[in-house]
């Protein structure tokens, strides 16, 4: 199954989409995350069927949550390496955003910096057919692999998501702070936009905003959530009072404001 973490503005709480991740619901085991099977789905070849259910899956259900009035955001799939050299993914993504109706400007494709490592001109010519199409392309967990400035330059990329690791120590460790700016001031300065992922206290937020991230993602807004449980993730949201034309809140309102949006 699915579940889904809503992405948010920094600067004033805007839904902007949300990003589908994999659960199993185990008989025995109850509901495990991917760190407990999708090494194993790698391996075994598994990661196919299930990924492709899964783009399909999340295609469904942004395009429901649009044609209900919910929210107008994007859905966000994480791709593994083994899908990007499955030949067969262009046809699993063109037919799911088909299927669904869903518009390709709100699918958003995750992608880690090791997936894109031992990449061919067939992934290179894919991505830049699915930009082309409207698909935005985002790279997972920044800063833990090589951060090479030539695969921001080489693929289409529209979003760099700062890995949580940094994220957590931020406003503890000054070696966390200066990368983190760094990252930031990267992606700014090529036209890219930063998701800061894994944030959990107001006072990452604060220094997220204070430097100009322009959307966050983690517990300080909630947790991975059923799909069925996002409608009211959603309303709550909406009263807790962004707006698209207010001035960027202070990061204590921001935090404040957010913290209501907990669950
Ligand atoms: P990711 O794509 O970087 O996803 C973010 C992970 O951080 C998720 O873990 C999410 O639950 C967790 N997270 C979000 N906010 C916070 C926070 O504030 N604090 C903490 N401590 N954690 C937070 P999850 O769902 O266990 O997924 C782990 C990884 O598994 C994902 O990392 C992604 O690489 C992979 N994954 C998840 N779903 C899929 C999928 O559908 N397909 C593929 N290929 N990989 C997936
Ligand atoms: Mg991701
Ligand atoms: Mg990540």
Redesign the pocket.
Known sequence: MLHYQPIVATTDQRLLGM?A?VRWQHPERGLLTPDAFMACAEETGLILPIGAWIVQAACVQAKAWHDAGLFEGSV?V?LSARQLKDPALRSVIISALSESGLDPHFLTI?LTEHSLMDNTEATLALLQELRACGISL?I??FGTGYSSLSYLKRFPVTTV?IDRSFVRDITTDSNDAAITKAIIAMAHSLHLSVVA?GVETGMQLGFLQAHGVDAIQGYVVSKPLPAADIPQLVRRHATTGHSETAPAPTSERLAERVSVMQL
């Open positions: 990003e991740l966000a994480n995750e985002s997972d967990d998501k992922e």
